[in-house]
């Protein structure tokens, strides 16, 4: 606060020493800078790049840490602090100045790694709540959203993206070689003969073994009675 206090103290003398002189210099018209004149050229002098350096400086210079990390706010600042954080978000303007700042590709990359660690775990702890993956679950379900699903499969841009990535796969000698085994194991299993199939073969074949016998008792007997 002190700190605060000293840098506005020393802003306003310097706007004073700067209205002094425009007074000295418009003297023949006897009119004197009012509020509003006033405060409109404090904004602009602080909006300069001199202007931001010199205030630097002077809190570096007054708080005697110009070469450590700033001192923590006092409860009472950053009271302040929330305040005007919770001023600027609740402005009209603000979801302009998101927007725009977003458009921005350096910023929109840093913003978003700064965030994505927390996405992900936020993501985790939602995942571990029966309630929440009841939701998901009754969302994914939901005709709109199977709709919304079945209309991006069926889309000739998903379809591109699909090819694109299995000829990115096919390009992998990995890939490749697991898709081999694949299809040796299938053409293997379509070659094996089925449980039913044995079934059949091994009632059919005794059958005929069982009608063989019954035709050679059927001779022997005709053969011992003609004797």
């Known amino acids: 606060m002190r700190i605060r206090w000293i840098m506005w ?10 209205t002094s002189c425009g007074g000295g210099e418009s003297s023949g018209s006897n009119q004197q800078m009012n509020y509003k004149d006033m405060k409109t050229m404090v904004i602009d002098i602080l909006k300069t790049e001199d202007a931001q350096k010199a205030l630097q400086q002077s809190a570096e210079k007054l708080s005697g840490y110009s070469a450590q990390p700033s001192k923590l706010l006092s409860v009472q600042d950053q009271e302040e602090v929330r305040l005007a954080v919770k001023d600027v978000i609740s402005a009209p303007d603000y979801d302009k100045v998101i927007k725009k700042l977003m458009t921005d590709t350096r910023f929109a990359g840093e913003f978003a790694k700064s965030v994505n660690k927390q996405n992900k775990d936020i993501h985790k702890e939602l995942m571990k709540d029966p309630a929440y993956q009841a939701e998901l679950v ?17 889309s000739p841009q998903y379809r591109k993206e699909v090819m694109a990535i299995m000829q990115e796969s096919m390009q992998n000698p990995l890939f490749r070689l ?34 063989e016998e019954e035709q050679k008792g059927q001779q022997e007997e005709q053969s011992s009675d003609s004797e």
């Open 138 to 154: 009754k969302t994914m379900k939901a005709p709109e959203m199977e709709k919304v699903i079945m209309d991006s499969l069926k």
């Open 9 to 18: 103290s020393s802003l306003m003398a310097f706007a004073l020493l700067l």
């Open 178 to 211: 697991e898709v081999l085994d694949l299809l040796k194991k299938a053409v293997q299993e379509e070659l094996q003969p089925k449980p039913d199939e044995k079934k059949k073969e091994g009632g059919s074949g005794g059958e005929q073994k069982g009608q």
